[in-house]
């Protein structure tokens, strides 16, 4: 009976995590945004169209936040005057710049 109630509580323990990890979107982790910045600069480099980008991240992405987000950063590495970035530069660049908006976004203490 013991092991069936601490199998009951660990269950739980360790569903609630994944919950709420569920619930949070793209657009509140920064290092999804510098991830998906990663992705996106290797479709480009791959030679992948700013239409096909668009494409396939409609596919995966259903969450209207998160399709505000992933097709922002679509169309700043896709910009014709955009530098070409590696995946490592862009994911770099752009989780660094989501944490510096974040950062002065916070109220001061």
């Given amino acids: 009976m013991k092991r069936v109630v601490v199998s009951a509580l ?29 992705q996106v600069a290797s479709w480009r480099a791959h030679k992948k169209t700013k239409a096909q980008a668009l494409d396939q991240a409609a596919r995966y992405y259903k969450d209207p936040a998160d399709r505000q987000t992933v097709d922002a950063i679509i169309e700043k590495i896709f910009s014709p005057d955009a530098p070409h970035m590696t995946p490592d530069q862009a994911s770099m660049a752009f989780t660094s710049a989501c944490v510096k908006q974040k950062h002065e976004q916070a109220p001061a203490q």
């Fill in 10 to 38: 660990l269950a739980a323990c360790l569903a609630q995590p994944a919950a709420q990890a569920v619930a949070q979107t793209v657009s509140d982790q920064c290092f999804a945004i510098g991830d998906i910045a990663g």
